[in-house]
Each structure stands twice: as structure tokens, then as C-alpha cells.
């Protein structure tokens, strides 16, 4: 049996202390812990900008045989550093998975679904010569400056995932083997952490995505501050609050604030 090189033992240790530092934020600050994931992996590679991605399958069987991405659909999306991105582009960005042409990295991006799986632009992943000559590469990289992206998805389930992904801008220089590698490792281990993620957005589990009011409401509940404090920190009142309350049970197919928080412990999906 091998001993680990010099360089892979840092890595290691880097890795771990990313992921006790990622356990700290609790599940009502999962957009903070969010924010400090892509910001400290991007740091690490050298990315300008970093984006959570969460799916879900919406159709299967024969109807997602005849849908162009299979029947998955993005439903939430977050970028760590919005200025770099035009709010016009990341609209459009939506409307990708409800195309009848989503792009060649978006179906290459879908072909493993259901398998964790992590690549690049430069890696092979699609035929980028022919990617180039596209509308949509032209659209979504080449005008924002974007040379490279690195993809790293994680199935938390056969209807959900999570997916992080890492944009080199403004030079040539593609991610190296060692990038996708590291950034690889550092999200393969936290399925935990994924699962909050698509958890908090009503993704998986819940009956409908929550509207921003009602993930307000969540992250608030799940802080343990009671519906009148919550109600002042929000700037609502109590009947609201609680109306707001009962909208995020119902949502995810609770009785009540005991159960809802069980959910964040527990693997039911």
C-alpha cells in the first residue's frame, strides 16, 4: 500500500478542515454555508465566479423519454458573485431546461444523471471545436469572457440533484487535472451538505418549490426563535407569520414545527 505524497496529504488536510468548517453553519444559515463553500473553493482554483445549481426530475418513464433533457428541470439557482453575471443572462439561464435546444454542456451535463460525476470544458466532456460554433456557447461563454467551467453534481436522490459549478473568466487557462480533482473531492464527501441545500428550496421532498417569503420563513424556523420573533424579524405580523408558518408545513407534508425540523436530521429523501 502506497503512502500519500506531501502534496495529497495537504489536500487532505485542507478537505477536512473545509468540511468542520462547512458543519458549523446550521441548517438556518445553509445560504451562508453556501456562499462560503463556492467562495473558498473558488479561492483554491483560481475561479473568478462559482454557482449552486439544484435539479429535479419532473416527468420519467416514456414522457421523459420524449423530453429533450429527460424530464429534469432547474429549479433553483445561486451565483456567488452576481455582478460578473448579467441578470438578463441568468434569467436565461432558466429558461434553458425549458428548451427544445438546452446547449450541448447542458445534455452533456445530464447524460450521467442519477451518478456523481465531476468534468470540464477542457477535459473532453463535449466536442468543444463543434460547442463553439453554437448560439449558445457564444451566448453563455464566449460574451461573458468564461474560457472554462468545471461541473461537479451530486445525485442526493434518483429525482434530485445538487451541483456546484466553478468559471474561469478572462484568460485562456483552462482548469487543470488537479483543480477538478481537488474541488471534486471537497464536495464528494458532504452528502449531507447537498441534501440541506436542495432541502431548504422545497427540492426533493417538499410538494412546490418555496417562494423566497416562504425560505425566509424555513431558515427563520429552523433557527428556534418562536413565531413572535420571528414574526419581528421579518417584519410581520404575528398572524402572518404563522400564516407564512403553516404555508412551509404544508409545503413539506408536516404537522408541525417538530416535524418539519426532524426533516433536516433524518434521510427521507
Known amino acids: 500500500m502506497g503512502h500519500a505524497t506531501k502534496e495529497e496529504t495537504t489536500t487532505n488536510k485542507r478537505v477536512f478542515s473545509f468540511w468542520d468548517d462547512l458543519s458549523d453553519f446550521g441548517p438556518e444559515s445553509v445560504d451562508d454555508a453556501m456562499h462560503y463553500c463556492m467562495g473558498r473553493l473558488s479561492a483554491w482554483i483560481g475561479a473568478q ?14 414522457d421523459a423519454s420524449l423530453d429533450a433533457l429527460s424530464g429534469w428541470r432547474l429549479r433553483a439557482l445561486h451565483t456567488l458573485y452576481p455582478h460578473l453575471t448579467h441578470p438578463r443572462r441568468l434569467k436565461q439561464a432558466r429558461k434553458v431546461f425549458d428548451s427544445t435546444d438546452p446547449g450541448m454542456s447542458t445534455l452533456a451535463a445530464l447524460a450521467s444523471a442519477g451518478q456523481f460525476r465531476s468534468y470540464s470544458l477542457g477535459t473532453g466532456m463535449l466536442d468543444l471545436e ?12 464566449r460574451k461573458p469572457g468564461i474560457c472554462d467551467r468545471i461541473w461537479v453534481v451530486f445525485p442526493v436522490n434518483v429525482d434530485a440533484e445538487s451541483c456546484f459549478c466553478f468559471d474561469r473568466i478572462g484568460d485562456d487557462v483552462w482548469f487543470s487535472a488537479e483543480d477538478i480533482e481537488v474541488v471534486t473531492q471537497a464536495l464528494r464527501g458532504i452528502k449531507w451538505f447537498h441534501r440541506q441545500l436542495l432541502l431548504s428550496h422545497g427540492l426533493g421532498l417538499a410538494s412546490e418549490k418555496l417562494m423566497p417569503a416562504e425560505r425566509r420563513m424555513a431558515q427563520a424556523l429552523l433557527s428556534g426563535a418562536s413565531e413572535k420573533v420571528i414574526a419581528e424579524r421579518l417584519g410581520l405580523t404575528p398572524a402572518s407569520a404563522h400564516q407564512y408558518a403553516s404555508m412551509v408545513y404544508r409545503k413539506y ?10 426533516l433536516w436530521v433524518n434521510n427521507r429523501f
Not at 407534508?253 to 426532524?262: A, P, Q
Open 49 to 62: 465566479n462559482a454557482y449552486w445549481i439544484g435539479t429535479i426530475r419532473m416527468v420519467d418513464g416514456r
Open 130 to 141: 463543434q460547442y463553439r460554433q453554437t448560439d449558445h456557447y457564444d451566448y453563455f461563454y
Open 253 to 262: 407534508g408536516v404537522r408541525g414545527r417538530s416535524e418539519f425540523m426532524s
